[in-house]
């Protein structure tokens, strides 16, 4: 009985607080032609390249395919514990069990429009105990939350939603700890919260202070009893969280990038017009750098947000409190520190002032308040406030910048004017008909939802417009023969080997077909190996969010033990051979990739040697080859370019635009040689096409490596190369040159090294070799290092001296010895120790207060 008396009284409120985002996010996408199973994805912006890759490698880790604390799959290997830290821990995340690595777009789609209705339903769950307002009020409010401008805005983000599911509960958690002493939410929502995604939980987690400093302010002698209790519990969910957060904050450590140096103390791009803008509906500017914050939350949610401050029903320091902490995030906006601030002083990467989902829901908690004080007297007061946004709205257009605001258009006006004007009506008719509240209401939630689908379908289409919403195709479109020809290459090895995908759909095309590559694009990297690799001449530049494999040599080719290539043309290496094909694919196999291990001597640890691949061979060989001779090449034909010599440095700029700048080169190449183009320079957003024996090739200038592979010859021959440049910025390029490898002085080293190789078979966590040395030496191998590695010799543990903080070696005394390395990520057994023994002092703590309060 109780359930049904529930259902219809605040029921129905919940689930149309959880269905009502869904269905009308569903609806929205359905409009751009995106459904289950539809032709066109989800996976806009960084989804397609990360997410989609990310929680494929994750539903790999839920078949057991590999570990959930190490992945071989990032780039050579990584954390992937503090991986999931930040991309993947979100509460519908295991939902991917469910689907084929193939449907991976699938289940970001559902994931996404749970995590819509949950944001919802959460901020109803908090407005039910919260707010003294009738159920309809509620449901308009939790809606435009889950529906705000940062929430569609951001979506493609989709790791940062989880925040805002719990943010609600965060601050309900409060209440219920401040004013009945019941800390039990907070603690769980807290943790929760820490355990989703350790950047939204920085955010909140200071919101969440201040606003109980707020609380406190308010009422000293009420609250001050409470403070104690609001501190331990949080430091017991910090504690327990430590279990994630512990070994993510010491991988970002020892991996993560410098601070951002405060060079400005306003933030730059920003104008005085940029909040009352992002308060209308449907405005979308971009999500790139420039941008200014997303800010909406409903025309009905800033009307009340507003009446909060101007109704003199409202206690005047009440006013002046939470009036402060807007302000706190107003300035955060606009004076720099503060904004660097709130994203841990690390200048975000596009999709700006990631907090901003603070300032909406600060916006919504204040209209709640607001609302509860709302009576028929206060019609004036709402007509006034209707009147000021109004005359706000229509002020921008004429005084507005209109080069900082160009994508302010008529649409947005008039929509939020129209709809402002349509909600003051409805709301003085509410008043006027006393007996005709049903059809009034349904009216009112009518006009809601048009203004919630509005703002999401324009919000949404600007996405569309800026990032692309791919067709499935540029997800799938060779899955099943890639995955064919690497599930091929696993069978074919029971020992660690690493390939590279010459044709591949992202940079972090390993994840999802579970194969140890080179390339990846990520924000949690292993800094240290990219720094080292990017010197071997893997291009990993600036703070390493990238590592391409393309464009180096066969000398780097053997030494990380790169023993296929998959790719839709020969890619002409000497020393590859094609083993197998699929569809457009063939697999190559190198017959000079080396194991995992290579025995050396302790001058590997000196600080000045190996710094290139031409000295990591030589010392490894012994051999003191060149390996690499250049010369000069001849520009045969020139077509749409201007080329200006700057002390070695040629510019090349366009002489017609929307034309391709293409150069002919000729290179002379000597036989038995593995021939090379050498292009190293600047471009932004520049890519270069080769073609070479009518092979084309694409490669970006600035994000890949320098060495422009043209074939191996057996015999001495004239290649020609025809180089073009898309893009329309200037070109800049030391001179470039030919690069040769002798393929029988290159083949006698690496038989040299192979001589002293050493296989580690690789298992999960765990990589182990056996080993017989006639003299103590040391055994370097390309396993990225981190502190998370333990290593074991004959069952007992040793340290590990560290190799340029990049690599794995390890000093191994003589006679025959089985070596082990074992992966517990940096303070995860901590971590889980803080886990129990905060779950169970707040336990016992609950217990305590729960009895000193019932006494």
């Not at 306003?266 to 940029?274: A, E, K, S």
């Not at 023969?481 to 995908?501: F, G, H, I, P, S």
């Not at 600080?607 to 051999?623: A, F, H, I, P, R």
């Amino acid at each position: 009985m109780k359930y049904k008396e529930w259902i219809k009284d605040k029921g129905w409120a919940f689930l149309l607080s959880i269905l009502l985002p869904i269905g009308i996010m569903g609806f929205v996408y359905f409009l751009l032609g995106i459904y289950p199973g539809s032709e066109k994805t989800i996976l806009a912006s960084d989804a397609l390249s990360q997410t989609s890759n990310f929680f494929a490698s994750f539903n790999n880790a839920l078949h057991g395919k590999q570990s959930f604390f190490y992945t071989w799959y990032g780039s050579l290997g990584l954390n992937y514990w503090s991986f999931m830290a930040y991309y993947i821990n979100g509460i519908f995340s295991p939902l991917v069990y469910f689907f084929d690595n193939s449907q991976i777009p699938d289940a970001l789609y559902l994931i996404l429009l749970l995590k819509f209705g949950a944001i919802g339903g959460s901020f109803w769950i908090m407005s039910d105990r919260i707010f003294k307002i009738p159920q309809w009020s509620k449901l308009i409010l939790s809606v435009s939350f889950a529906l705000s401008g940062f929430c569609i805005a951001y979506s493609p983000q989709q790791m940062w939603l989880d925040g805002l599911i719990y943010l609600p509960l965060v601050i309900l958690g409060i209440h219920r700890l401040m004013d009945q002493m019941k800390p039990v939410l907070l603690f769980i929502s807290y943790l929760l919260l820490f355990l989703s995604n350790f950047y939204m939980a920085f955010m909140i987690g200071v919101f969440s202070f201040l606003y109980v400093f707020c609380r406190f302010i308010l009422a000293p002698k009420r609250y001050k009893k409470t403070l104690i209790p609001y501190l331990v519990t949080s430091l017991l969910a910090g504690g327990a969280s430590m279990v994630t957060i512990l070994p993510t904050l010491l991988d970002l450590k020892n991996n993560g990038e410098s601070l951002t140096e405060l060079n400005h103390f306003f933030t730059r791009d920003t104008g005085i017009w940029d909040i009352p803008v992002k308060t209308m509906v449907g405005v979308y500017d971009t999500s790139k750098y420039g941008s200014a914050p997303f800010l909406y939350f409903g025309l009905l949610g800033t009307v009340f947000c507003l009446f909060y401050f101007v109704s003199p029903k409202i206690q005047l320091k009440n006013k002046l409190v939470f009036g402060s902490l807007f302000l706190l995030l107003i300035a955060s906006f606009y004076i720099e520190p503060m904004n660097l601030f709130w994203h841990g002083f690390h200048a975000p990467n596009m999709f700006l002032f990631r907090f901003s989902f603070l300032f909406s829901f600060l916006g919504l908690l204040l209209a709640g308040f607001g609302l509860e004080k709302v009576t028929k007297e206060d019609s004036n007061r709402i007509l006034n406030v209707v009147i000021g946004m109004i005359a706000i709205y229509l002020l921008m257009v004429f005084l507005a910048n209109r080069r900082r605001y160009d994508f302010l258009d008529k649409t947005s006006v008039m929509a939020s004017v129209v709809l402002l004007i349509l909600y003051l009506a409805i709301l003085l008719l509410k008043d006027r008909w006393q007996g005709k509240q049903n059809f009034v209401l349904i009216l009112l939630f009518v006009v809601f939802i048009g203004e919630m689908t509005l703002n999401a379908q324009r919000l949404v289409g600007g996405i569309a417009t800026e990032w692309r919403y791919p067709e499935r195709i540029a997800f799938d479109q060779n899955y099943e023969d890639v995955n064919q020809l690497v599930e091929w290459t696993k069978e074919e090895n029971d020992t660690l080997y690493r390939l590279a995908n010459l044709d591949s759909s992202s940079r972090n095309e390993s994840f999802i077909h579970g194969y140890s590559g080179v390339s990846m694009f990520s924000s949690i990297r292993n800094r240290h190996s990219s720094m080292y690799m990017n010197e071997l001449g893997f291009r990993s530049t600036g703070t390493n969010l990238t590592i391409q494999y393309i464009n180096n040599t066969l000398v780097m080719d053997a030494l990380l033990g790169i023993k296929y290539n998959l790719a839709q043309n020969d890619p002409n290496k000497f020393g590859f051979t094609l083993k197998k094909t699929t569809g457009k694919y063939g697999v190559y196999e190198n017959e000079f990739a080396l194991p995992l291990g290579i025995v050396t001597d302790q001058g590997i640890y000196k600080k000045d040697v190996v710094k290139n691949q031409t000295e990591l061979l030589q010392y490894l060989s012994g051999k003191k080859d060149s390996f690499f001779y250049f010369s000069e090449i001849e520009t045969i034909k020139e077509e749409n370019v201007q080329v200006e010599d700057h002390d070695s440095v040629l510019f090349y700029s366009k002489t017609v635009p929307n034309k391709l700048r293409k150069i002919t080169y000729s290179v002379e190449v000597p036989a038995r040689s593995q021939a090379y183009l050498s292009l190293y320079g600047q471009g932004a957003e520049v890519d270069v096409k080769t073609n070479v024996n009518g092979v084309e090739s694409w490669a970006g200038l600035e994000g890949t490596g320098q060495y422009y592979n043209l074939g191996y010859y057996d015999e001495a021959k004239t290649v020609k190369v025809e180089v073009s440049f898309t893009g329309d910025r200037v070109v800049h390029l030391v001179k470039p040159n030919a690069m040769f490898i002798n393929v029988d002085t290159f083949k006698e080293a690496i038989e040299k090294v192979n001589e002293k190789s050493v296989a580690f078979k690789t298992e999960g966590r765990t990589a182990e070799a056996s080993v017989n040395l006639v003299k103590d030496q040391v055994i370097l191998t390309t396993i990225p290092y981190d502190k998370g590695w333990q290593a074991y010799v004959d069952g007992k543990k040793v340290a590990i001296p560290t190799f340029k903080d990049a690599f794995l070696a390890l000093p191994v005394p003589k006679g025959s010895h089985t070596i082990k390395f074992v992966f517990i990520p940096q303070g995860l057994k901590i971590g889980a120790t803080l886990l129990l023994v905060c779950i169970l002092l707040f336990i016992v703590y609950n217990w305590y207060i729960t009895k000193k309060s019932k006494e």
